[in-house]
C-alpha cells in the first residue's frame, strides 16, 4: 500500500479518429428530411392516444 500515488493519477488523453464525412445528394438529403419529420408528427400524434391496457 506504499504506491497510492500512482492510483488517482489522471488518464493520459486519447488521440482522435478521424471524422468521416458523406455527401450526399440534396434530393436524398430532402427525403431523409421528410422521414424524420414525418416520424415526429407520428410520435406526437401517438402521444396523445391511450396506452394499451390489457389488465381488466
Known amino acids: 500500500m506504499t504506491e497510492t500515488s500512482n492510483q488517482f493519477k ?10 468521416r ?11 431523409y428530411a421528410d422521414l424524420i419529420k414525418e416520424r415526429e408528427e407520428r410520435e406526437a400524434y401517438a402521444k396523445h392516444l391511450p396506452a394499451n391496457e390489457k389488465a381488466r
Open 10 to 19: 489522471k488518464a493520459p488523453k486519447r488521440k482522435k479518429e478521424k471524422a
Open 21 to 31: 464525412t458523406v455527401s450526399v445528394s440534396p434530393e436524398m438529403r430532402q427525403a
